[in-house]
């Protein structure tokens, strides 16, 4: 399963870090990325980085803020989101498939097959 944590609420401009543990399966063969979802509103990739952590992409309502990283020896993945807005208020959720996704499928949820509980962000403005 896949665990998040780090989630809260803060003001405009500030940061968060929100982590993402696997247990019971290691993430070292597994692509994994976050997506969000905002009350009323689809399910929308954020960021995807691949098995061996060398690829990274990111949506471009949070390229340049947000980053994600891995480190399988934690077998744990990172998203860093920097300068927040109200907007990135939503339900974080991460999510990992044991496969290489091509670039059409990086931000397409039903490619995934394990996903965490997801963590509530909340930015006030």
């Known amino acids: 399963q896949l665990v998040e944590s780090g989630g809260g609420l803060v003001q405009a401009g500030e940061s968060l870090r929100l982590s993402c543990e696997a247990s019971?399966?290691?993430?070292?063969?597994?692509?994994v990325a976050w997506f969000r979802q905002a009350p009323g509103k689809e399910r929308e990739g954020v960021a995807h980085?691949?098995?061996?952590?060398?690829?990274?992409n990111y949506a471009d309502s949070v390229k340049g803020r947000f980053t994600i990283s891995k480190d399988n020896a934690k077998n744990t993945v990172w998203l860093q989101m920097n300068s927040l807005k109200p907007e990135d208020t939503a339900v974080y959720y991460c999510t990992a498939v044991q496969m290489v996704l091509f670039e059409s499928s990086w931000f397409i949820a039903k490619m995934y097959d394990i996903w965490g509980q997801g963590t509530q962000v909340t930015v006030s403005s």
């Open positions: 980085i691949s098995s061996a952590g060398g690829t990274t």
């Open positions: 019971g399966f290691t993430l070292e063969y597994h692509t």
